[in-house]
């Protein structure tokens, strides 16, 4: 049940990883404990310590319940002999990553303008699907591919949060180029940007890739909403995060679609990795995490709780009030706190 906009009793699953992860989850915890709403976690352990006595198990044990629920929480695995990121990929069906990226108050970067953007990229195919392989020893080929349902469920995606938020769309790829392959993900943006739902309501254009890249750094303003493929989704994404000023400040969300195109389950995480040169010293910088933490309960209707955090966390960037990656003077436990005093300001304020 739900009393305006706040969950009364919501389960969480959350996948618990390595290096700088349990850190994470304490902040993580803190922050929801200060909130109004009931937040239930339930912990699955991918740390590589419990992977590594053979424990395929542990994987079911994670997707059971967000198949259930609907949602997830990812913290930073080590990637050692595998990549549990893959894995879920695979087990989950992910064909979509939304990743937003804005400029933050108070970061430093050497950059002027005002980014607020949002990636949708295609998170399959292309060319990452396909390792490639020898023609003798002169050449190396590999496969190159675009397919049709993946890229009408981006588009969908995209044109619907284009829809809510009022922004523009821009596809984007090497049309003139891969003609055949960046052609059908064209093609299938322009039909889905017809749909009666759509047509007239959004300004939709197209830009070549590389074009796209010197005129975000330029001038990002008129970009808001940008639909790419998988690697080009890759490439956007960082650039995208180092001229806001930090890689290691992103969030971003995983989406498996059902066959009527409803996101049956979505995982959120934070970009950057498990920081093991920095874990279990209180120095890790939470802002990634808890902005994907903001994420979900934004995807759970919890949209008072979820503005608090990331409005929260702005206001921390905003004061000097940060941790050491950031030059500030706190580290992790207090920058939760310092934290935790600002969401609470902005939920008073709200009422
Ligand atoms: P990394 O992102 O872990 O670290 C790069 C640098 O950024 C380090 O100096 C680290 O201290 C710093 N950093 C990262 N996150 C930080 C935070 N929250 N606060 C403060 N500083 C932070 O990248 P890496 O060193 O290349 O990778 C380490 C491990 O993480 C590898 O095993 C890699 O496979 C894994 N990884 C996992 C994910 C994921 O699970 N989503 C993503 C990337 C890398």
Not at 85 to 91: F, I, M, P, Q, T
Not at 167 to 193: N, P
Not at 266 to 282: L, S
Not at 306 to 325: K, Y
Request: hydrophobic letters at 40%; charged letters at 25%.
């Amino acid at each position: 049940m739900k009393d305006g906009g706040v969950s009364d009793d919501q389960e969480i699953t959350e996948l618990l990883g390595d290096g700088i992860a349990e850190e994470l989850r304490k902040s993580v915890h803190a922050v929801a404990d200060a909130l109004p709403g009931n937040y239930r976690f339930n912990t699955v352990d991918l740390s590589y310590e419990t992977r590594k006595k053979g424990a395929r198990h542990l994987y079911d044990e994670a997707v059971a319940p967000m198949h259930r629920t609907g949602i997830g929480l990812k913290y930073p695995t080590a990637t050692v002999d595998e990549s549990p990121n893959a894995v879920l990929r695979k087990l989950l069906k992910f064909s979509v990553i939304h990743r937003p990226i804005s400029t933050i108050p108070g970061i430093k970067t050497n950059f002027t303008g005002k980014i607020d953007l949002d990636i949708v990229r295609v998170a399959t195919g292309g060319t990452y699907d396909d390792p490639g392989q020898m023609l003798g020893d002169y050449a190396a080929v590999s496969l190159r591919v675009v397919d049709r349902k993946t890229c009408e469920q981006a588009a969908q995606y995209a044109f619907s949060i284009a829809m809510r938020d009022r922004k523009s769309l821009t596809s984007s790829s090497k049309f003139t180029i891969q003609r055949v392959t960046d052609g059908l993900f064209e093609d299938i943006v322009d039909e889905v940007s017809r749909e009666v739902q759509y047509s007239g309501q959004i300004e939709h254009r197209r830009e070549l890739f590389d074009a796209l890249l010197a005129k975000l750094v330029m001038n990002p303003e008129p970009f808001q909403v940008v639909l790419v493929l998988n690697e080009y989704g890759d490439f956007l994404s960082d650039l995208a995060s180092g001229l806001v000023g930090s890689l290691g400040l992103g969030a971003s969300v995983s989406l498996w679609f059902d066959d009527k195109g409803r996101v049956s389950v979505a995982m959120f995480d934070a970009t950057h990795g498990t920081a093991p040169d920095i874990a279990g010293q209180d120095k890790a910088n939470p802002t990634a995490i808890l902005l994907a933490f903001s994420m979900l309960l934004a995807h759970i209707g919890d949209t008072g709780p979820a503005e608090a955090i990331r409005a929260g966390l702005f206001d921390c960037m905003d004061e000097g009030e940060t941790t050491g990656d950031l030059g500030g003077p706190r580290g992790t436990e207090s920058f939760t706190q310092a934290l935790i005093a600002r969401v609470q300001n902005r939920l008073e304020k709200s009422k």
